[in-house]
């Protein structure tokens, strides 16, 4: 079949009539596709064999998968070629993919006489070909402006050195467009091919359909081209089959896994109730193309977006905080959030706007989705709408990987089960996204309500938890050890840590202090399976902190418990799900209030031993202590427990600090940290400005504490004799 798609010298305006096969009609007795060539037999002959043939597969359910593809739409190209032809919206993109499809035996590539014979014996073997035809101005305006339509098609009329001039002008900025003397013809057949394709899906033709087209369609606004996109194909896809089939095809899932967001289909169905639009992109935080619109008033690809007016919960964006997501992410988002408010939406059709820029290999995308995760995606997709699904091409811009990938899907239409993989885990800042896309479309959708709590539901009365069992550790506390909050004279500081510094009576006395700076206790709880809700007698609170302030206690030391909170509330506070304060933030706030501590505090006293234990991230604490104060003569030991990063202590004005850490802690790993996964890292963390790292054969921070107590207050009790004796090793000097 190589020499049945039309060549560019077969088509001089881009419309080659002896190409055209009639488009399929809605009637019974309307002529079905054919293989999109020209046909040897007579022309009666072949419609009643084709109708015997089509009304046979119909009857045993052996519908097969379409494919449409016209070399025409290669035409499309850049008028300003310059220096540097190669545009990553390259025409050989579609080309590429069908040769692939034919390599892999997917597209019939026989005489057409052996056709009718192949259909009758085995009528999924390949994919049926869809001819694409231009798209009339009528179907193009049911979602663009009469304005754009003509803007479009006077490109045609253009001279050659004012196209040069306008694809100049238009690759600037975000507009990022190139235009040619053909593009206007390539477009209509684009928006075509995808009416055509949606059509012989939604009439139940085909089974499934896949449209190789371009130029590319989801970046264009209704009276805007943008993004390598003049028409803005899928939209147009699918208002023309909502109207045509409005008994069979009210409803539309458009699921858009292209890395770009797409801003223009957004904003066509923003306030349509019967589009669902789904779209998994990178955001980070507005930087990543399209980005920010210049009006304000116009939606981004945020999550926060939703739709307006009755179309409220039908714009779901999955917008990534960065690149480099990949199988592990993608799945997830599939199976956490898609799928679900898919099923509940229940479309009639579906219809993929297939990007492949978020593939392994696309250097434009960043990410890494392997073929297999393309696959699966598909696979979960062809459950809704009676396996009515339409997938038609967006972006990506490495050829291999755009072929690769789209065989994958192609082959997954066709029936092949996804292939077996292994999927990676999901990156934290992933998870915590799509934590935050469940609670933005519970409001909307009670697939989404499971374990989402609306905060200003709960009235006046509410607490928030780590507030109450922060009042619950102070008044074990107070009872067994009549430790009392520590006196902070900052404001700000005051409001912050209100009740999480907790000190025993008489601490200036104590010639003997034992400073702990830790995580919030962990908490354990095991929800209902069925309405997730957690009763209180099966939540548990696990705090190993305990055990060594009893310890401290019965040795007749002064302790300062600080409890460092995961994230600092404030009144204002209104989302039931916060994420914990990042590095930057949790630095700040811990130096703040240990050098407060310090100043105001411990420096002052006459206390002959201090001994300093850091409790998980709060360990963060130490360091900064030791960095920004003089202090490590006044230290007497430290111990710390870490399951996070590891913190280097180290000074540019105070060159033996590394090493006097080194002697002087005891830092225990988690078994499972990653830096034992690596012989060079495992290397590395043994330096001396790690301090004394040990690798605890206990993971979780309470475990590692139970497990090592007695090592640690041993360590304790040979620095303390140490000091009393007066000895100390050659480092010490």
């Not at 001279?159 to 238009?170: A, G, I, P, V, Y």
């Not at 390598?228 to 023309?240: T, Y």
């Not at 030791?626 to 111990?639: E, G």
Request: hydrophobic fraction near 35%; charged fraction near 25%; proline fraction near 6%.
């Amino acid at each position: 079949m190589d020499g049945e798609d039309h060549s560019m010298t077969d088509a001089p305006n881009g419309f080659g009539e002896s190409y055209v096969v009639p488009a399929v009609g809605q009637e019974d007795d309307d002529l079905f596709i054919k293989n999109g060539t020209r046909a040897d037999m007579d022309e009666s002959e072949s419609s009643d064999d084709t109708k015997e043939v089509i009304v046979s597969m119909q009857r045993r359910g052996l519908l097969p998968t379409g494919c449409c593809y016209d070399d025409r739409m290669k035409l499309h190209a850049n008028a300003d070629f310059g220096p540097s032809p190669h545009h990553p919206e390259d025409p050989r993109r579609i080309e590429e993919i069908m040769k692939m499809f034919k390599r892999a035996g997917l597209v019939f590539t026989g005489p057409d006489s052996d056709l009718l014979d192949i259909l009758r014996g085995n009528p999924t073997k390949y994919m049926w070909r869809i001819p694409a035809r231009p798209a009339t101005k009528q179907e193009i305006c049911t979602v663009h402006t009469p304005g754009h339509y003509d803007w479009v098609q006077e490109l045609s009329d253009m001279s050659t050195k004012d196209l040069r001039k306008l694809s100049h002008n238009l690759d600037q900025g975000r507009a990022s467009l190139y235009v040619g003397g053909m593009s206007y013809e390539a477009a209509l057949l684009a928006a075509g091919g995808c009416i055509e394709t949606c059509k012989n899906v939604a009439a139940g033709h085909v089974k499934n359909a896949f449209a190789i087209i371009r130029p590319p369609g989801h970046h264009a606004e209704y009276d805007t081209p943008m993004g390598f996109c003049l028409f803005n194909n899928v939209p147009i896809g699918a208002k023309v089959c909502q109207n045509e089939y409005p008994d069979t095809c009210r409803k539309v899932l458009i699921l858009d896994w292209d890395v770009h967001h797409g801003n223009g289909v957004q904003n066509m169905f923003y306030e349509d109730p019967n589009i669902l639009y789904i779209s998994l992109h990178v955001y980070d935080n507005g930087n990543f193309y399209p980005g920010k619109p210049d009006n304000p008033m116009i939606p981004d690809g945020d999550i926060d977006k939703v739709g307006d007016g009755l179309g409220q919960g039908k714009n779901v964006n999955i917008a990534w905080p960065s690149q480099g997501m990949g199988d592990g992410e993608y799945l997830a988002a599939f199976q956490k959030i898609v799928m679900p408010i898919a099923r509940e939406f229940n479309p009639d059709m579906v219809i993929i706007s297939a990007g492949f820029d978020a593939a392994d290999g696309d250097e434009l995308g960043g990410c890494f989705v392997s073929p297999p995760c393309y696959a699966h995606m598909t696979h979960m997709l062809m459950s809704l709408a009676e396996g009515k699904v339409a997938v038609c091409l967006e972006g990506g811009y490495n050829l291999k990987a755009i072929s690769d990938s789209a065989l994958a899907v192609a082959r997954t239409l066709m029936g092949e089960p996804p292939p077996q993989m292994k999927i990676p885990p999901i990156n934290k800042d992933a998870a915590t996204l799509l934590a935050k896309v469940q609670a933005v479309q519970a409001p909307f959708w009670e697939c989404m309500r499971p374990g989402i709590i609306d905060v200003r539901d709960l009235g006046e009365t509410k607490s928030r938890l780590h507030d109450v069992i922060r009042g619950y550790q102070r008044q074990i506390l107070s009872d067994k050890y009549a430790m009392v909050p520590l006196f902070i004279q900052r404001e700000v500081l005051y409001k912050s840590f209100e009740n999480q510094v907790l000190v025993t009576p008489g601490l200036q006395a104590k010639k003997s202090i034992m400073l702990i700076i830790h995580d919030p206790p962990e908490l354990r709880a095991m929800p209902d399976i069925i309405d997730n809700t957690i009763d209180p007698h099966n939540g548990f609170i696990v705090d190993g902190v305990t055990s060594y302030i009893d310890w401290a206690y019965k040795n007749d030391f002064g302790i300062i418990d600080a409890n460092i909170p995961h994230y600092i509330t404030h009144p204002e506070d209104i989302d039931a799900y916060t994420p914990r304060a990042d590095e930057k933030t949790l630095q700040r706030q811990i130096q703040d209030l240990v050098c407060y501590i310090w100043d105001n505090y411990l420096q002052l006293y006459d206390t002959e031993e201090l001994i300093i234990v850091g409790v998980g991230n709060a360990y963060l604490g130490i360091k900064v202590l030791l960095t920004n104060r003089d202090c490590k003569s006044r230290i007497t030991a430290v111990v710390n427990f870490v399951t996070g990063s590891l913190r280097p202590v180290k000074s540019e004005t105070d060159q033996d600090l590394s090493g006097w850490y080194k002697q002087h802690s005891l830092v225990y790993v988690a078994n499972d940290h990653a830096c034992w996964s690596d012989n060079n890292l495992a290397k590395k963390v043994l330096k001396k400005r790690f301090g004394g790292v040990q690798r605890s054969p206990e993971t979780g921070l309470n475990r590692m504490m139970e497990a090592h107590a007695s090592e640690v207050f041993q360590f304790i009790r040979v620095r303390l004799n140490q000091g009393r004796s007066g000895n100390t090793t050659e480092d010490e000097k």
